[in-house]
Every structure is written in C-alpha cells, then in structure tokens.
C-alpha cells in the first residue's frame, strides 16, 4: 500500500522542505534500515562534510553499491550519482516502496545546502 499517496496535499501544503521531509519521515517509519541494500529506494537526513559542495540534505536515492564507509546511488533529485558515508547521516534511511516513488518525485522536498 502506498504510504504517500494519502497525505500527498498535507505534504504538498508545507512550504518548509524540513516539514515535508518530516512528514515523509513519518509516514515512511515502518520501514527504516540502518543500511540500505543495493537496490533499495531510500530518502533520509544528510549532512556532508566535503568544503564547497553543493549537496541535498534530504536526498531521495537509488542504492546501486555499497562500501565499507557508506554507498553510492542515484540522488533523483540532482539527477546524478553521489555518495554518501554512514558518518554523515541525520538519520536512518527510510526505504521507500516502488509504488511511491512518483508521488516522492513529484512533491519537491530537496534541500540544497552549499557546504563552508
């Protein structure tokens, strides 16, 4: 059952990316992993420490590897790879369904931060 579909427009009505993320977090809590698998879909809370990078702190991810020191995937909301090291996570992933990624997709939830 998709867990987004239902709360869409109360998501889509906060105008703070932070509380729509939080509302995402919500309803996505039955399923949060300390790690996520290759394959896995997964949205969560990240803090980068590389200077100078423009980075998403609330990335909505397609896991293609994973590595001792975090995994790489498709960040869909910069359209492009990235990595991302298990120190700088906010929080756990939370693994979205294949059911709800368009729904993910089309509410707007990235947060773009320029690293100092």
């Known amino acids: 059952m998709n867990r987004i579909e239902p709360i869409k ?3 889509q009505s906060e105008s703070d990316v932070n509380d729509r993320m939080e509302l995402i977090m919500y309803a996505l809590n039955d399923t949060v992993a300390p790690i996520p698998e290759e394959g896995n ?5 990240y803090y980068a420490k590389t200077p100078n990078l423009e980075y998403d702190q609330n990335p909505l991810v397609a896991v293609t590897d994973l590595f001792n020191w975090g995994f790489r995937g498709i960040n869909f909301h910069h359209q492009e790879y990235r990595q991302y090291t298990w120190e700088e996570l906010g929080t756990q992933v939370y693994i979205v369904q294949q059911d709800e990624l368009d729904d993910l997709l089309s ?3 990235g947060k ?3 690293n100092k």
Request: proline share 0%; with cysteine; charged share 15%.
């Open 9 to 11: 427009q109360d998501i």
């Open 41 to 45: 879909i997964c949205t969560f809370k």
């Open 107 to 109: 509410l707007q939830y």
């Open 112 to 114: 773009f931060v320029l």
